[in-house]
């Protein structure tokens, strides 16, 4: 038995993946049980679920394989300091973060069995091949152009090969400081989103503007031959700073990442967290995600130019702009997509872990496809019935009714009933998911035919920007008749126009401009939820469901502890946890 933990470290998303004989067996983000968004550092619980779950102690752990090196693309760095003239800080940060990196044997030792320590091998990947691993080597293709597009790790940006039978080549790239994910970045603080991860909401922002600053933004990021880009270092600070990000406490922070004076110049007075958003922010916005995309499929004109293939893979952080995404089939010759459901940093973790399989293999080459994401922890009937018992207390001074139902098919029919009668349901299932996106084991749900489920769900529990849309999930086989796509999205990672004669049937998952973000579900990917949505459908008509991850401002939650503190903190009508449901009621304590 062979067995490879990857890891990402050191940086926001921090996350932990095992692979045993080539195959994953648990992927987990060190968020979930920190409950910090985007946790940065040493993901040591993530690294703990890994091991508890498989029973393997850390000291037969063959290779600890981690998605950087510091030594990677060494002649650039080099070329850059000489040319440079930076914050004299700037390298200095940079040597202490590689030294921190250089340190990961003495935080894997506290992780061992009493008594023993790490003597593995600790293997480190480049960041952009781990990410190009996680996107190829999860895909489903024998054959396709590989991308990683990121903001910045190991010196990149971006890097692009072609992957053949499990195997891939990395052929080009773009250095620092050019990069497309900085420049949204820098403009997502601009229009004042200054935490860590905003870009979804200048993505979610921009269908309400319109096409009046290109001219600006193509000064700041410039075209070239052979797909590249660069951008005009006038309107950024990355390249002078002492860091381009840091954290306290695990909580990773930016520093400013755009020159105030020229931008100012440029687009005018930048907004501060709390204005108004004016037309002129949405209109940015929506020339910001325009100009992205310009360059994104410039980049992929050129790679389909070079390699003449059908199939994409997609990974980096750029790869979770789903509706960037969701154009690339209509905007290039290419004719097949598949994204990682944690294509940014975090799935660097599982890129890391294949390359070191795939390198070190001699036998034939095992499935390594990821079809669903429900790699973390899972808890039986009897330990949810457990964290409730311990709950009676609070779940009795806010009036809440506990039953525990006979099986599934009892469980379905009584949440779609909830679901039609408007109640917003709290849906706590099987494994927990990988990457981000709620995907049907940790969701809140809704009936999407409601045209207020946007603004109840808002006032009951996210308390989030009114224009950020809500997602769908979806029967596959029914993707065709409501969406102008039919393709595989299982991990929510794309954003396609719904047909213009379903719009108003489903107005809650419906965005301002006919859009609407989905996840395909079929049985095999996830049964129960699979028989739920195909519940709604019989009732309804409607193959669809409105799903929003569960939690409430904070990490999506990992255990039952965590669903029944957001379940008793907010409005939400009802929880689904296993067999069990607890809703707003007069509190009886029911057994089988």
Same mark, same amino acid.
């Given at each position: 038995?062979?067995?490879?933990?990857?890891?990402?470290?050191?940086?926001?998303?921090?996350?932990?993946?095992?692979?045993?004989?080539?195959?994953?067996?648990?992927?987990?983000?060190?968020?979930?049980?920190?409950?910090?968004?985007?946790?940065?550092?040493?993901?040591?619980?993530?690294?703990?679920?890994?091991?508890?779950?498989?029973?393997?102690?850390?000291?037969?752990?063959?290779?600890?394989?981690?998605?950087?090196?510091?030594?990677?693309?060494?002649?650039?760095?080099?070329?850059?300091?000489?040319?440079?003239?930076?914050?004299? %800080?700037?390298?200095?940060?940079?040597?202490?973060?590689?030294?921190?990196?250089?340190? /990961?044997?003495?935080?894997?030792?506290?992780?061992?069995?009493?008594?023993?320590?790490?003597?593995?091998?600790?293997?480190?990947?480049?960041?952009?091949?781990?990410?190009?691993?996680?996107?190829?080597?999860? $895909?489903?293709?024998?054959?396709?152009?590989?991308?990683?597009?990121?903001?910045?790790?190991?010196?990149?940006?971006?890097?692009?090969?072609?992957?053949?039978?499990?195997?891939?080549?990395?052929? #080009?790239?773009?250095?620092?400081?050019? $990069?497309?994910?900085?420049?949204?970045?820098?403009?997502?603080?601009?229009?004042?989103?200054?935490?860590?991860?905003?870009?979804?909401?200048?993505?979610?922002?921009?269908?309400?503007?319109?096409?009046?600053?290109?001219?600006?933004?193509?000064?700041?990021?410039?075209? %070239?031959?052979?797909?590249?880009?660069?951008?005009?270092?006038?309107?950024?600070?990355?390249?002078?700073?002492?860091?381009?990000?840091?954290?306290?406490? @695990?909580?990773?922070?930016?520093?400013?990442?755009?020159?105030?004076?020229?931008?100012?110049?440029?687009?005018?007075?930048?907004?501060?967290?709390?204005?108004?958003?004016?037309?002129?922010?949405?209109? /940015?916005?929506?020339?910001?995600?325009?100009?992205?995309?310009?360059?994104?499929?410039?980049?992929?004109?050129?790679?389909?130019?070079?390699?003449?293939?059908?199939?994409?893979?997609?990974?980096?952080?750029?790869?979770?702009?789903?509706?960037?995404? @969701?154009?690339?089939?209509?905007?290039?010759?290419?004719?097949?997509?598949?994204?990682?459901?944690?294509?940014?940093?975090?799935? @660097?973790?599982?890129?890391?872990?294949?390359?070191?399989?795939?390198?070190?293999?001699?036998?034939?080459?095992?499935?390594?496809?990821?079809?669903?994401?429900?790699?973390? *922890?899972?808890?039986?009937?009897?330990?949810? %019935?457990?964290?409730?018992?311990?709950?009676?207390?609070?779940?009795?001074?806010?009036?809440?009714?506990?039953?525990?139902?006979?099986?599934?098919?009892?469980?379905?029919?009584?949440?779609?009933?909830?679901?039609?009668?408007?109640?917003? &349901?709290?849906?706590?299932?099987?494994?927990?998911?990988?990457?981000?996106?709620?995907? #049907?084991?940790?969701?809140?749900?809704?009936?999407?035919?409601?045209?207020?489920?946007?603004?109840?769900?808002?006032?009951?529990?996210?308390?989030?920007?009114?224009?950020?849309?809500?997602?769908?999930?979806?029967?596959?086989?029914?993707?065709?008749?409501?969406?102008?796509?039919?393709?595989?999205?299982?991990?929510?990672?794309?954003?396609?126009?719904?047909?213009?004669?379903?719009?108003?049937?489903?107005?809650?998952?419906?965005?301002?401009?006919?859009?609407?973000?989905?996840?395909?579900?079929?049985?095999?990917?996830?049964?129960?939820?699979?028989?739920?949505?195909?519940?709604?459908?019989?009732?309804?008509? &409607? *193959?669809?469901?409105?799903?929003?991850?569960?939690?409430?401002?904070?990490?999506?939650?990992?255990?039952?502890?965590?669903?029944?503190?957001?379940?008793?903190?907010?409005?939400?009508?009802?929880?689904?946890? @296993?067999?069990?449901?607890?809703?707003?009621?007069?509190?009886?304590?029911?057994?089988?």
């Amino acid at each position: 038995m062979r067995v490879i933990l990857g890891i990402n470290a050191y940086h926001a998303d921090a996350a932990a993946a095992l692979l045993i004989d080539g195959r994953l067996v648990v992927a987990v983000e060190e968020e979930r049980f920190r409950r910090i968004k985007h946790w940065a550092g040493f993901p040591s619980h993530a690294i703990r679920c890994c091991l508890e779950a498989t029973g393997i102690p850390l000291e037969r752990v063959d290779v600890v394989a981690i998605n950087t090196d510091p030594r990677a693309n060494m002649g650039a760095k080099i070329m850059f300091a000489l040319k440079s003239v930076t914050h004299p %800080g700037f390298l200095r940060h940079r040597l202490q973060s590689a030294r921190k990196r250089f340190s /990961i044997r003495d935080e894997l030792h506290p992780l061992c069995s009493p008594g023993f320590r790490f003597f593995g091998d600790i293997v480190r990947i480049e960041h952009h091949q781990a990410h190009l691993a996680s996107a190829f080597l999860a $895909s489903p293709f024998d054959r396709a152009v590989t991308l990683s597009i990121d903001g910045f790790g190991d010196f990149r940006s971006s890097a692009w090969g072609m992957g053949v039978d499990k195997r891939f080549s990395l052929d #080009g790239g773009i250095n620092f400081p050019h $990069s497309l994910g900085l420049f949204y970045q820098a403009l997502t603080q601009y229009l004042g989103f200054l935490n860590y991860g905003d870009e979804y909401k200048v993505m979610g922002l921009a269908p309400y503007g319109a096409l009046k600053y290109m001219d600006e933004m193509e000064k700041m990021v410039r075209l %070239g031959d052979r797909g590249c880009f660069s951008l005009d270092l006038d309107y950024f600070m990355h390249h002078k700073h002492q860091s381009v990000s840091h954290w306290e406490g @695990g909580l990773p922070e930016l520093a400013p990442l755009f020159n105030k004076e020229n931008m100012t110049r440029l687009l005018g007075k930048p907004r501060f967290p709390g204005e108004p958003l004016l037309q002129r922010h949405k209109d /940015i916005a929506h020339s910001v995600q325009a100009m992205y995309e310009k360059a994104l499929f410039h980049l992929l004109g050129y790679l389909h130019e070079i390699y003449n293939e059908k199939s994409l893979t997609l990974a980096g952080g750029c790869a979770m702009n789903s509706v960037a995404n @969701g154009k690339i089939l209509a905007n290039t010759p290419f004719k097949h997509l598949y994204v990682q459901a944690a294509a940014g940093d975090a799935g @660097g973790a599982v890129g890391a872990a294949m390359m070191v399989w795939m390198r070190q293999q001699t036998g034939p080459t095992l499935e390594l496809t990821m079809r669903h994401a429900y790699w973390g *922890p899972a808890f039986s009937n009897e330990k949810i %019935g457990e964290w409730i018992h311990q709950q009676s207390d609070d779940l009795e001074k806010s009036g809440c009714l506990v039953l525990r139902m006979e099986n599934d098919a009892a469980v379905i029919d009584w949440t779609v009933e909830q679901i039609q009668g408007g109640k917003v &349901v709290g849906w706590f299932q099987g494994a927990m998911e990988w990457g981000p996106r709620a995907l #049907g084991n940790r969701s809140i749900l809704g009936d999407p035919r409601r045209a207020d489920m946007r603004e109840i769900l808002n006032s009951k529990i996210k308390r989030r920007e009114s224009f950020r849309p809500f997602a769908s999930s979806i029967l596959r086989a029914r993707v065709g008749e409501w969406f102008d796509a039919d393709v595989d999205c299982p991990f929510m990672t794309q954003v396609f126009p719904v047909r213009q004669e379903k719009r108003t049937l489903i107005p809650a998952v419906t965005h301002v401009d006919g859009s609407g973000r989905l996840q395909t579900v079929t049985e095999e990917q996830n049964p129960l939820f699979f028989r739920l949505i195909e519940h709604f459908y019989h009732r309804t008509g &409607v *193959p669809l469901l409105l799903n929003t991850s569960f939690n409430e401002n904070e990490p999506v939650v990992c255990h039952p502890r965590e669903a029944l503190a957001c379940f008793l903190r907010t409005e939400m009508d009802c929880l689904i946890a @296993g067999h069990w449901i607890v809703y707003r009621g007069a509190y009886v304590f029911q057994k089988k």
